[in-house]
């Protein structure tokens, strides 16, 4: 067999010149080859040879071809697909409406999730391949992945996450003959084994109680019984959504996003100042260290900056939920952080899209990225050791039982 392929490749190589000789008898090659298939099943189909006579009243015959041309990875090729009289031959290695092949339909989807523009994905296949390939015909072929986005975003879940993050972020996408923008929320849990995951990505232009209580009954219905710690930024209805589906949680506002919001409304020349007073509250050893440091914070800017005041006054109780747990945790949950990397990650590959034209579209996208970004994530978060053993003391009665060892 092998010294069979070694002699035709010797036939195939004496004429060839260059690179597009090349090219052309292989494109040749693949025609009469797949001409060859399409002939043999129509005998298996009609269960008989051509020219034979046992088709002699046999109740069903050739009827001459059809002309059909299909995209490859070597071009546009035209071939005839054979017909039988009473029109049930159905040809299996090229489907009767397929005119691309499996090839061809990866590369769009591989360009299309590293965020290639579809002008640049016609322009790929033009040049490489000799392809004419539609706007249309990109989204046809993309759309292929919309049942496993279905499927990934209600897949089962563990039953316990120690830590999940929660965050947004923001798209343009066209509705109604005007463009909106919508926001993709994001939750990423880390598992008793201390790996990150993408637990599901939801769509929505508000946000709300009513939507995150959705997003959190979304995740109890798909397998998650307990989650220790929630971290997240401002989002709006989260904290009274998820007390009323998982109510022993604890949640962490993000400092950082804090401190950000923080300095908005404090003067330039303020701010490094104002930055200094408060790292002695974030970055304190104990619970009681930082509310002494954020006393001190008040007594010094209170008068200038009520409202900046006001703000770590009114968050603090979910500020100061990192205090309660060892170096190794808090320096996992003080910050949104792993969520913000992302959502950075996605924005590298959806940035030459300035709109998309349905939810849909943006789901597509989201998912191939996702699913590229997240094939990296195979080892466990830093200290996961350290953090594992402490979540054990610290939730024995909740974690004992479902932590696989």
């Known amino acids: 067999m092998q010294d069979a392929k070694i002699r035709l490749a010797q036939e195939v190589a004496k004429d060839c010149k260059t ?11 693949f025609k009469r080859t797949l001409q060859e298939v399409l002939e043999a099943e129509m005998s298996e189909h009609l269960g008989y040879d051509k020219h034979s006579v046992e088709g002699n009243r046999s109740g069903n015959s050739r009827n001459g071809y059809s002309k059909k041309t299909i995209k490859t990875g070597l071009g546009e090729t035209e071939i005839v697909v054979p017909r039988d009289r009473n029109g049930e031959f159905e040809p299996q290695i090229i489907k009767k409406y397929e005119r691309s092949s499996n090839e061809i339909e990866d590369q769009i989807i591989a360009m299309y999730a590293k965020g290639i523009s579809t002008r640049d994905i016609e322009a790929h296949m033009r040049d490489i391949y000799g392809i004419d390939v539609s706007a249309g015909l990109v989204s046809k072929v993309t759309d292929r992945v919309l049942p496993l986005v279905t499927e990934w975003q209600s897949r089962p879940l563990e039953r316990i996450y120690p830590i999940v993050f929660l965050d947004a972020i923001h798209f343009k ?3 109604d003959h005007r463009i909106v923008n919508k926001a993709a929320y994001s939750v990423i849990g880390i ?6 995951d993408v637990l599901g990505i939801w769509i929505g232009e508000n946000e709300s109680a009513s939507f995150w209580i959705g997003v959190c009954n979304d995740l ?3 397998g998650v019984e307990d989650i220790f710690i929630a971290c997240k930024d401002g989002l709006t209805g989260f904290s009274e959504a998820i007390q009323a589906v998982f109510p022993q949680t604890s949640i962490q506002l993000c400092v950082i996003h804090q401190i950000r919001n923080s300095m908005k409304y404090v003067n330039y020349k303020d701010q490094k100042a104002m930055m200094v007073d408060l790292k002695q509250v974030y970055q304190a050893s104990t619970l009681e260290e930082a509310e002494l440091a954020l006393h001190m914070v008040k007594e010094t800017w209170g008068r200038k ?8 006054e009114n968050n603090w109780l979910e500020l100061r939920t990192y205090f309660c747990y060892p170096r190794e945790i808090r320096h ?13 990650q996605l924005r590298k590959i959806t940035k030459t899209k300035t709109a998309y034209p349905t939810d849909d579209a943006l789901r597509k996208i989201i998912y191939l990225a ?14 996961w050791a350290q953090c594992i053993s402490q979540f054990a003391i610290l939730f024995q009665d ?4 479902n932590m696989a060892l």
């Open 220 to 222: 109890q219905n798909r």
């Open 332 to 344: 996992l949950i003080y910050t949104t952080n792993i969520v913000e990397a992302y959502h950075r």
């Open 370 to 383: 996702t699913m590229d970004i997240t094939k990296k994530w195979t080892i466990p978060v830093r200290d």
């Open 173 to 175: 996408v066209h509705k």
């Open 398 to 401: 909740r974690l004992s039982i």
């Open 191 to 196: 598992n008793t084994h201390g790996h990150k």
């Open 305 to 312: 900056y009520p409202i900046v005041i006001r703000s770590w």
């Open 19 to 29: 690179v597009e000789d090349v090219h052309t008898l292989l494109k040749d090659l």
